[in-house]
């Protein structure tokens, strides 16, 4: 690259083949001229390449090209692969973290560029996905993709309805998103997988949901009770009362459950007032003290 960048400019601005114009975008001396190289690219790969690995640390200018490459990041089978191998996620985690730089406004801006073209990224390959036959890479998205919405995607399009339903069984336990997770659930056909997450399942709403289409009623009133006692949320532990009818499980509750609210609703439910009248007395002293 010459050193009078006005001349590298119009060197650059004559180029039309994508590698010269890839080493000229990672150019470390003028920023103009690696802007222009970055417009004037095309090749989806050797652009997510500048993405990834664009010369220079977060804090230099370096990141307006890094920049510029990413919203040039639009071809369908570059995203295929991204969402594949989750590099996009890797990149843009990488922005995100910044290397244990501390966050000015520059990077800030950068991260908020990140998450946008995450988003859209995430878009661009969940229709990938749901178009998608090959049933190796959709056994590979399935189990392996970091976001769930790509994992339900895939496993519906599953021949193999067994790993669909332990893909659906693994995101209605673990995903954080509610959304997301009942959609897992109303997938759930199995009786194994619909008791796996009736027992194991991280949130409460999914358990209910689970036990609710499970066979086994008795297991299903236990699920009630558990989650009834045991969850965080109140109207959680109110939906799950509502659903118990065992009365040594509703007595359970009315007398030993760490929350007054659906104790007393045991209690209702039980329609025994001396009870009652104990569970009143316990509230009061406990608000007392």
Not at 10 to 29: F, I, R
Not at 93 to 99: A, L
Not at 141 to 156: E, F, T, V
Not at 164 to 176: D, F, I, M, R, T
Request: aromatic share 4%; proline share 1%.
């Amino acid at each position: 690259m010459h050193k009078d960048w006005k001349k590298a400019f119009t060197a650059v601005s004559q180029l039309t083949a994508q590698k010269d114009l890839a080493d000229a975008a990672k150019n470390p001396e003028n920023e103009r001229v690696r802007k222009l190289a970055v417009e004037r690219m095309t090749d989806q790969k050797m652009l997510l390449d500048i993405a990834k690995n664009g010369k220079g640390c977060w804090l230099d200018s370096n990141s307006d090209v890094r920049r510029m490459a990413i919203e040039k990041l639009t071809d369908t089978a570059v995203l295929t692969e991204i969402g594949n191998s989750h590099d996009y996620e890797r990149y843009v985690c990488k922005w995100m973290e910044g290397n244990g730089i501390t966050l000015n406004q520059k990077t800030l801006d950068l991260r908020e560029v990140a998450q946008k073209k995450l988003l859209e990224l995430r878009g661009k390959v969940l229709v990938t996905v749901e178009r998608m036959t090959d049933q190796a890479s959709l056994t590979d998205i399935a189990k392996n993709a970091m976001y769930s919405d790509l994992r339900l995607a895939a496993a519906d399009k599953l021949d193999d309805k067994t790993l669909a339903q332990e893909v659906y069984a693994y995101v209605a336990k673990n995903e954080v998103n509610v959304c997301l997770r009942k959609e897992a659930v109303k997938r759930l056909t199995d009786p194994k997988a619909l008791a796996d997450v009736a027992q194991n399942a991280k949130h409460g709403e999914a358990r209910l949901m689970a036990a609710d289409g499970l066979e086994d009623k008795t297991l299903a009133q236990e699920v009630y009770a558990h989650v009834a006692k045991n969850s965080e949320e109140q109207d959680v532990r109110n939906a799950a009362i509502k659903k118990l009818t065992d009365p040594d499980m509703l007595m359970d509750i009315a007398k030993n459950a760490a929350h007054f609210d659906v104790r007393l609703e045991a209690v209702d439910k039980l329609g025994d007032k001396a009870l009652a009248q104990e569970v009143y007395a316990d509230a009061a002293r406990n608000r007392r003290a």
